[in-house]
């Protein structure tokens, strides 16, 4: 498995408009993803790199609602069978008894974090976004209260932290790698953000599905 810290850049996204901070806010959230404008999401498809059979989950784009807001994202555990140590979602796969995505996404925030659903109000959802490890992922974005108490299990999180909404819809912070892998080219994106000194390395799908949802704020 290739290190994807050590894959050069090939560019940087300098040249698109940074979602303004008006459009950020609580309320302009609410109204997008209640009336969404006509848009394309950008990223849909990772080149397929395992056999295990496809399998439906969901994650919480968890928005905490503070004067400027921020993303709730975890660490994952370094034992894990995928996606090990990445930067993601709190999320996992749908279970038979999960009416929706927002309730498998609602389900495994509490499971891994600790996020009890009192304190999320769902928004809406993205578009799917299919893993190279054979994930049809669905998005749900929700605002979080900031109020919320959080207690991550240590099994499946190894660190919980939040990232300015507002670094993350700036594309100067959006930088697209490409490596060969399995005999496939992948190009994907990363958006390192530095956490009080601690490199929160966010790529991948996450990466992905959070340029979807710019595609989204910018549309």
């Known amino acids: 498995m290739f290190d994807p810290q050590q894959v050069p850049v090939l560019r940087v996204d300098h040249h698109l408009p940074t979602v303004p901070a008006e459009h950020l806010s609580a309320a302009a959230l609410r109204a997008r993803l209640a009336n969404p404008p006509a848009w394309t999401p950008e990223l849909r ?45 709190a999320g996992g796969k749908c279970d038979p008894e999960d009416a929706h995505p927002a309730a498998t996404a609602l389900r495994e925030a509490q499971e891994e974090i600790g996020l009890d659903p009192q304190w999320v109000e769902v928004l809406g959802q993205l578009p799917t976004y299919f893993t190279g490890t054979q994930f049809h992922v669905t998005p749900v974005v929700a605002l979080v209260d900031p109020r919320h108490q959080l207690e991550p299990n240590p099994h499946e999180v190894a660190h919980v932290f939040e990232v300015p909404l507002a670094f993350l819809m700036n594309p100067a912070h959006h930088r697209w790698h490409e490596v060969q892998f399995q005999g496939q080219t992948r190009q994907w994106l990363s958006m390192p953000y530095d956490d009080a000194g601690h490199l929160r390395f966010i790529w991948g799908a996450t990466a992905g599905m959070l340029r979807n949802f710019y595609r989204l704020l910018s549309a």
């Not at 784009?61 to 807001?69: K, L, Q, S």
């Not at 090990?84 to 979602?89: D, I, R, T």
């Open 45 to 89: 498809r990772e080149p397929q790199f395992s056999d295990r059979a496809p399998a439906d989950a969901a994650v919480l784009m968890a928005i905490v609602d503070r004067p400027e807001p921020t993303v709730l994202l975890t660490q994952r555990t370094d034992h894990l069978s995928t996606h090990s140590g990445q930067v993601a979602f």
